[in-house]
């Protein structure tokens, strides 16, 4: 005890408390806020229980400190660079993902349109929404299980590349008939970009997130799955009851009407900005020429 008394009052003697400054204070929340976000979005990830293990040994190597002793910390001080390393591959799950959400919010895109023809390809039509919805909804009445992915401005090539290429105009037929139970494409997710199918039967990577309801299926994971990676909007239609759910930014809206989804697929096409209808003329020159 004398010794932790010791340490306390050398530590506290040293400190100097400097004047506080407006910059300051800015600088204090927005610490607190990316350590808010940060630990909330750790607490959703399997990272939550390994980074409750890390605190305990970093209490332990503090102990170890107070009570110099000497053996341990000179183990700790030694392992600190495989230990750092060690941590970049344990959490190199989570660590992806949060790039890919980082990359995800498009900043220097929309500084930035390289690519003219983004627009045009993720641009979708009020009649490619009803036609999804009319699928959906008849689907839904004979319990035939779906997964459409409807792409926005993140690429989904990798996604495309695992299916097979399909390349028509999106219509409730077309989507019936690829889902119809015993077909050679009714397995898997169908991508549509723009007003098109561009593939069928793709795999989508499956959420890990603790917070999805138990009773959920490998197919509505998939659709929060792929949400969570990317800005895609996923129509999902259960196999076991027929109801129809909607994955966007890893969040799962279960059990919704055909007007909900609707809204749901109108409010995430993208805006036409007087820059963009630029883009467009300008692409649509190139193509005349």
Not at 44 to 63: C, E, H, Q
Not at 223 to 235: L, M, N, P, R, Y
Request: positive net charge; hydrophobic residues 45%.
């Amino acid at each position: 005890m004398d010794r932790i008394i010791s340490f306390l009052d050398r530590y506290i003697s040293i400190m100097t408390i400097p004047k506080p400054r407006v910059t300051d204070v800015i600088e204090i929340l927005i610490i607190s806020f990316l350590i808010y976000k940060v630990a909330s979005w750790i607490r959703n990830t399997k990272a939550y229980a390994l980074l409750r293990g890390i605190v305990v040994i970093v209490v332990f190597v503090f102990v170890a400190f107070i009570f110099q002793m000497n053996t341990i910390l000179w183990i700790v001080k030694n392992a600190s660079v495989v230990a750092i390393t060690t941590l970049i591959v344990i959490f190199q799950p989570e660590l992806r993902k949060a790039l890919e959400t980082l990359g995800k919010k498009n900043v220097f895109s929309s500084l930035l349109p390289f690519d003219d023809r983004r627009v045009m390809d993720t641009g979708f039509s009020d009649k490619t929404i009803s036609e999804i919805v009319k699928a959906s909804f008849e689907m839904g009445r004979v319990k035939t299980g779906a997964l459409i992915v409807v792409a926005r401005e993140t690429s989904l090539s990798e996604i495309e590349r695992t299916g097979i290429d399909v390349d028509a105009v999106v219509s409730s037929q077309l989507l019936i008939n690829i889902f119809e139970h015993n077909t050679p494409l009714h397995d898997g997710a169908v991508v549509i970009r723009g007003n098109r199918v561009v593939s069928a039967t793709c795999y989508l990577p499956l959420s890990d997130n603790m917070g999805l309801s138990k009773d959920l299926g490998t197919r509505h994971r998939a659709g929060v799955g792929v949400s969570e990676v990317t800005d895609s909007i996923t129509v999902i239609v259960s196999e076991e009851t027929g109801r129809v759910s909607v994955a966007m930014n890893g969040v799962l809206s279960r059990n919704l009407n055909a007007d909900e989804v609707r809204e749901k697929l109108a409010a995430a096409k993208p805006e036409v900005t007087e820059e963009k209808k630029f883009l467009w003329w300008k692409q649509r020159r190139n193509d005349e020429g």
